[in-house]
Each structure stands twice: as C-alpha cells, then as structure tokens.
C-alpha cells in the first residue's frame, strides 16, 4: 500500500492540507495514527479516493452531512443503487427549486435597474424606495423563508 504526507495526498485528491484536516474533523475521514518514533503522518491512497469521492459529492451540491450517509451507502454492500439515486433525486429537485428562487431574483432585479434613473439625489433612486417597500416598482417576494437575518 503506498503512503503519502498530508500534503502530497491533498494534492493528489486536488484539495488543500487545510481541507484534508477539516474533513478529519468532520469525521469523513481518518486521520492516520502518529508515528511513535516522531515524523509525518501516512496517509494511504484510499483516503485520496475518499477525499475526491467529498469533494465531487461537494461539487453537486451535497451538504456534509449528505456526502457522510453517501459514504456510509458506499461502505455497505447490501445498499441497492435505488438509495444512491433516490438521494440524488432529492439533491436535482432542491437544485431545481434554487434555480427557480435564482430565477425570481434576477428578474426582480432587472425590473429594479431598469426602472432605476441612474442619476440624481438618493431619494429618487427607485432601488432603494422599493426596498424599503415603498410606491413604485415592487419586489415580488420570493415563495422560500429568509434563511439570513
């Protein structure tokens, strides 16, 4: 089994050290034991492969703790690639519901520049009145709750 330093598995796995510890701190994966005798810790290839699995499941929009129950599925051979896709499923319908609120928002926003003069005294600017819920050009809510404060 070939070992590497922390550093050379980040690099292989195309993340940075820092990542590779925040994933051992989340539990994702292990942290190889230190050495008695003092020295690096080895990290063997299959953390790079579970390293790239995060970061690919990351990319897709999979939360942490998501990305954790898909590599849990993996781990077990009786899971059926129906739970994979099912998850999945869930993941594409949350993607399409954002898109949808992105959408909103765009366009939302171009009806407030458009209606904006661009110049002149703050208390013309239409942005502004629209955001304070003012007369004028109205900002359709969208249908999610506010998650910021």
């Not at 949350?94 to 959408?103: F, G, I, M, T, Y």
């Given at each position: 089994?070939?070992?590497?330093?922390?550093?050379?598995?980040?690099?292989?796995?195309?993340?940075?050290?820092?990542?590779?510890?925040?994933?051992?701190?989340?539990?994702?994966?292990e942290?190889?034991?230190?050495?008695?005798n003092?020295?690096?810790?080895?990290?063997p290839?299959?953390?790079?492969?579970?390293?790239r699995?995060?970061?690919?499941?990351?990319?897709?929009?999979?939360?942490?703790?998501?990305?954790?129950?898909?590599?849990?599925?993996?781990?077990?051979?009786?899971?059926d690639?129906?739970?994979?896709?099912?998850?999945?499923?869930?993941?594409?319908?949350?993607?399409?519901?954002?898109?949808?609120?992105?959408?909103?928002?765009?366009?939302?926003?171009?009806?407030?520049?458009?209606?904006?003069?661009?110049?002149?005294?703050?208390?013309?600017?239409?942005?502004?009145?629209?955001?304070?819920?003012?007369?004028?050009?109205?900002?359709?809510?969208?249908?999610?709750?506010?998650?910021?404060?």
């Amino acid at each position: 089994m070939k070992m590497m330093t922390i550093g050379k598995a980040a690099g292989k796995a195309g993340v940075g050290v820092e990542t590779v510890r925040f994933y051992e701190r989340q539990g994702l994966i292990e942290q190889p034991p230190k050495p008695i005798n003092g020295g690096y810790r080895d990290y063997p290839e299959e953390t790079v492969r579970r390293i790239r699995f995060i970061r690919q499941a990351r990319e897709l929009g999979f939360s942490l703790r998501e990305t954790a129950e898909l590599l849990s599925l993996n781990a077990d051979p009786s899971t059926d690639c129906a739970d994979v896709r099912e998850r999945a499923q869930g993941k594409l319908l949350e993607v399409e519901r954002k898109a949808a609120q992105l959408d909103r928002m765009r366009l939302a926003l171009e009806r407030l520049i458009a209606a904006c003069p661009g110049q002149g005294a703050l208390k013309a600017c239409s942005i502004i009145e629209a955001l304070k819920g003012g007369e004028g050009v109205a900002v359709k809510p969208t249908q999610d709750k506010e998650t910021t404060p």
